[in-house]
Protein backbone atom coordinates (compact mmCIF):
# COMPACT_ATOMS: atom_id res chain seq x y z
CA UNK A 1 0.00 0.00 0.00
CA UNK A 2 1.30 3.58 -0.71
CA UNK A 3 2.35 5.77 1.91
CA UNK A 4 0.12 8.80 0.55
CA UNK A 5 -2.54 8.56 -2.55
CA UNK A 6 -4.52 10.80 -4.39
CA UNK A 7 -6.52 11.03 -6.95
CA UNK A 8 -4.32 11.83 -10.32
CA UNK A 9 -7.91 13.20 -11.39
CA UNK A 10 -7.24 15.40 -14.30
CA UNK A 11 -9.77 17.75 -12.86
CA UNK A 12 -11.63 19.85 -15.31
CA UNK A 13 -13.59 22.78 -13.94
CA UNK A 14 -14.49 26.60 -15.33
CA UNK A 15 -13.43 29.65 -13.48
CA UNK A 16 -14.93 31.00 -10.64
CA UNK A 17 -15.88 27.24 -9.84
CA UNK A 18 -15.33 25.89 -6.38
CA UNK A 19 -12.89 22.37 -6.19
CA UNK A 20 -11.82 19.72 -3.70
CA UNK A 21 -9.10 17.30 -3.59
CA UNK A 22 -8.83 14.58 -0.96
CA UNK A 23 -5.62 12.91 -0.14
CA UNK A 24 -5.36 9.50 1.97
CA UNK A 25 -2.29 8.23 3.81
CA UNK A 26 -1.37 5.34 5.47
CA UNK A 27 0.51 5.35 8.19
CA UNK A 28 -1.60 6.64 11.94
CA UNK A 29 1.50 7.93 13.19
CA UNK A 30 2.08 11.09 10.41
CA UNK A 31 3.06 14.08 12.17
CA UNK A 32 3.21 16.40 9.31
CA UNK A 33 0.72 17.21 6.36
CA UNK A 34 1.58 20.16 3.52
CA UNK A 35 0.47 20.76 -0.26
CA UNK A 36 2.76 21.12 -3.13
CA UNK A 37 2.06 22.71 -5.91
CA UNK A 38 4.05 21.80 -9.32
CA UNK A 39 3.22 23.60 -12.60
CA UNK A 40 4.40 21.77 -15.83
CA UNK A 41 7.70 21.04 -16.07
CA UNK A 42 9.03 22.79 -12.91
CA UNK A 43 9.95 22.21 -9.72
CA UNK A 44 7.19 21.83 -6.54
CA UNK A 45 6.66 24.64 -4.36
CA UNK A 46 4.86 24.82 -0.84
CA UNK A 47 1.38 25.69 -1.27
CA UNK A 48 0.61 25.75 2.75
CA UNK A 49 0.72 23.07 5.81
CA UNK A 50 -1.45 21.52 6.83
CA UNK A 51 -2.56 22.26 10.39
CA UNK A 52 -4.99 20.41 13.26
CA UNK A 53 -7.55 22.50 13.45
CA UNK A 54 -7.77 23.57 9.76
CA UNK A 55 -6.17 26.72 8.04
CA UNK A 56 -7.22 28.57 5.50
CA UNK A 57 -4.95 31.38 3.15
CA UNK A 58 -6.57 33.18 1.02
CA UNK A 59 -8.80 31.12 -1.31
CA UNK A 60 -7.15 28.23 -0.02
CA UNK A 61 -8.33 25.86 2.53
CA UNK A 62 -6.95 22.62 4.02
CA UNK A 63 -7.66 20.30 6.64
CA UNK A 64 -6.68 17.16 8.46
CA UNK A 65 -9.11 14.65 9.66
CA UNK A 66 -7.00 12.21 11.56
CA UNK A 67 -8.97 9.51 12.47
CA UNK A 68 -10.09 8.95 9.17
CA UNK A 69 -6.23 9.75 7.47
CA UNK A 70 -7.25 12.14 5.06
CA UNK A 71 -6.32 15.75 4.37
CA UNK A 72 -7.86 17.75 1.59
CA UNK A 73 -7.98 21.12 -0.13
CA UNK A 74 -10.27 23.45 -1.28
CA UNK A 75 -9.84 25.76 -3.81
CA UNK A 76 -12.49 28.84 -4.12
CA UNK A 77 -13.68 31.08 -6.72
CA UNK A 78 -11.00 28.99 -9.36
CA UNK A 79 -8.37 31.35 -11.42
CA UNK A 80 -6.82 30.24 -14.51
CA UNK A 81 -3.50 30.15 -12.63
CA UNK A 82 -4.65 27.58 -10.49
CA UNK A 83 -4.27 25.08 -13.49
CA UNK A 84 -1.21 22.90 -11.63
CA UNK A 85 -0.64 19.96 -10.18
CA UNK A 86 -1.43 19.27 -6.62
CA UNK A 87 0.79 17.25 -4.86
CA UNK A 88 -0.03 15.71 -1.19
CA UNK A 89 2.84 15.71 1.45
CA UNK A 90 3.22 13.70 4.47
CA UNK A 91 5.93 13.77 7.22
CA UNK A 92 6.00 10.55 8.94
CA UNK A 93 9.32 9.66 11.54
CA UNK A 94 11.86 11.66 11.94
CA UNK A 95 12.75 12.23 7.73
CA UNK A 96 10.64 10.13 6.20
CA UNK A 97 8.80 12.92 3.84
CA UNK A 98 5.95 10.94 1.09
CA UNK A 99 4.82 12.71 -1.74
CA UNK A 100 0.96 11.54 -3.23
CA UNK A 101 1.68 11.32 -7.29
CA UNK A 102 -0.49 14.54 -7.46
CA UNK A 103 -4.08 15.29 -8.84
CA UNK A 104 -3.83 17.70 -12.27
CA UNK A 105 -6.15 20.54 -11.64
CA UNK A 106 -7.03 22.49 -15.16
CA UNK A 107 -9.28 25.76 -15.32
CA UNK A 108 -11.14 26.17 -18.21
CA UNK A 109 -11.84 29.93 -18.74
CA UNK B 1 18.55 35.50 -4.44
CA UNK B 2 17.56 32.54 -2.41
CA UNK B 3 17.72 29.77 -4.44
CA UNK B 4 18.88 25.64 -5.31
CA UNK B 5 20.71 25.20 -8.38
CA UNK B 6 21.34 22.34 -10.25
CA UNK B 7 23.48 21.48 -13.49
CA UNK B 8 23.40 20.37 -16.03
CA UNK B 9 19.56 20.97 -16.46
CA UNK B 10 19.15 18.15 -19.26
CA UNK B 11 21.37 15.44 -19.97
CA UNK B 12 21.94 12.62 -22.29
CA UNK B 13 23.56 9.88 -21.58
CA UNK B 14 24.86 6.41 -22.34
CA UNK B 15 24.99 3.17 -20.16
CA UNK B 16 27.40 2.98 -18.02
CA UNK B 17 29.07 5.99 -18.54
CA UNK B 18 29.64 7.85 -14.78
CA UNK B 19 27.97 11.07 -14.73
CA UNK B 20 27.56 13.53 -11.58
CA UNK B 21 24.60 15.75 -10.96
CA UNK B 22 25.34 19.01 -8.82
CA UNK B 23 23.11 20.75 -6.70
CA UNK B 24 23.91 23.87 -4.40
CA UNK B 25 21.82 25.89 -2.49
CA UNK B 26 22.64 29.44 -0.96
CA UNK B 27 20.40 29.77 2.30
CA UNK B 28 22.75 27.89 4.34
CA UNK B 29 20.23 24.56 5.03
CA UNK B 30 20.90 22.18 6.92
CA UNK B 31 19.26 19.78 5.40
CA UNK B 32 19.44 18.32 1.47
CA UNK B 33 18.28 15.91 -0.48
CA UNK B 34 17.69 14.09 -4.20
CA UNK B 35 14.30 12.70 -5.59
CA UNK B 36 13.36 11.35 -8.97
CA UNK B 37 9.85 11.72 -10.29
CA UNK B 38 8.52 9.23 -12.60
CA UNK B 39 5.06 9.61 -13.90
CA UNK B 40 2.55 7.53 -11.85
CA UNK B 41 5.08 7.49 -9.16
CA UNK B 42 5.28 10.63 -7.64
CA UNK B 43 8.44 11.88 -6.04
CA UNK B 44 10.94 9.30 -4.41
CA UNK B 45 13.62 10.22 -2.06
CA UNK B 46 16.83 9.18 -3.18
CA UNK B 47 19.33 10.16 -0.50
CA UNK B 48 19.29 12.84 2.10
CA UNK B 49 21.65 14.64 4.21
CA UNK B 50 20.98 15.64 7.59
CA UNK B 51 24.35 18.11 7.52
CA UNK B 52 27.59 17.90 6.31
CA UNK B 53 28.97 14.94 6.28
CA UNK B 54 26.21 13.11 7.42
CA UNK B 55 24.49 11.52 4.65
CA UNK B 56 21.26 8.22 4.43
CA UNK B 57 19.04 6.25 2.15
CA UNK B 58 15.99 7.40 1.38
CA UNK B 59 13.27 4.91 -0.81
CA UNK B 60 15.57 4.26 -3.98
CA UNK B 61 18.77 4.66 -3.56
CA UNK B 62 20.43 1.82 -5.56
CA UNK B 63 22.35 2.67 -7.99
CA UNK B 64 23.28 6.40 -6.49
CA UNK B 65 26.10 7.56 -4.51
CA UNK B 66 26.16 11.33 -2.63
CA UNK B 67 28.40 13.10 -0.59
CA UNK B 68 28.23 16.44 1.64
CA UNK B 69 31.24 17.59 2.03
CA UNK B 70 30.37 20.99 2.37
CA UNK B 71 27.12 22.98 3.28
CA UNK B 72 26.22 24.32 0.34
CA UNK B 73 26.58 21.32 -1.49
CA UNK B 74 25.20 17.68 -2.47
CA UNK B 75 25.75 16.13 -5.50
CA UNK B 76 24.10 13.62 -6.94
CA UNK B 77 26.81 10.33 -8.68
CA UNK B 78 25.57 7.65 -11.10
CA UNK B 79 28.49 5.72 -11.13
CA UNK B 80 27.20 3.03 -13.82
CA UNK B 81 23.35 4.24 -15.29
CA UNK B 82 21.09 2.17 -16.80
CA UNK B 83 17.88 3.16 -18.62
CA UNK B 84 16.20 2.57 -15.64
CA UNK B 85 17.48 5.74 -13.97
CA UNK B 86 16.14 7.91 -17.11
CA UNK B 87 14.15 10.35 -14.68
CA UNK B 88 13.47 13.96 -14.05
CA UNK B 89 15.76 14.68 -11.15
CA UNK B 90 15.15 17.81 -8.24
CA UNK B 91 17.12 18.58 -5.27
CA UNK B 92 15.95 20.16 -2.57
CA UNK B 93 16.59 22.31 0.46
CA UNK B 94 15.15 22.96 3.97
CA UNK B 95 16.47 24.97 7.34
CA UNK B 96 15.94 22.04 9.13
CA UNK B 97 13.83 18.19 9.42
CA UNK B 98 12.24 17.34 6.43
CA UNK B 99 8.84 18.06 7.66
CA UNK B 100 9.51 21.24 10.28
CA UNK B 101 10.20 23.86 7.58
CA UNK B 102 9.48 24.30 3.68
CA UNK B 103 11.36 22.55 1.18
CA UNK B 104 13.19 24.66 -1.29
CA UNK B 105 13.34 23.01 -4.71
CA UNK B 106 15.70 22.92 -7.50
CA UNK B 107 14.55 23.42 -10.97
CA UNK B 108 15.56 19.85 -12.03
CA UNK B 109 17.39 17.85 -14.17
CA UNK B 110 16.17 15.55 -16.94
CA UNK B 111 18.15 12.56 -16.89
CA UNK B 112 18.04 10.34 -20.20
CA UNK B 113 19.86 6.92 -20.14
CA UNK B 114 20.38 5.24 -23.61
Known amino acids: RKEVEQDPGPFNVPEGATVAFNCTYSNSASQSFFWYRQDCRKEPKLLMSVYSSGNEDGRFTAQLNRASQYISLLIRDSKLSDSATYLC??????????FGTGTRLTVIP | EAQVTQNPRYLITVTGKKLTVTCSQN?????MSWYRQDPGLGLRQIYYSMNVEVTDKGDVPEGYKVSRKEKRNFPLILESPSPNQTSLYFC?????????????FGPGTRLTVL
Open chain 1, 89 to 98: VVLTGANNLF
Open chain 2, 27 to 31: MNHEY
Open chain 2, 92 to 104: ASSFQLAGASEQF
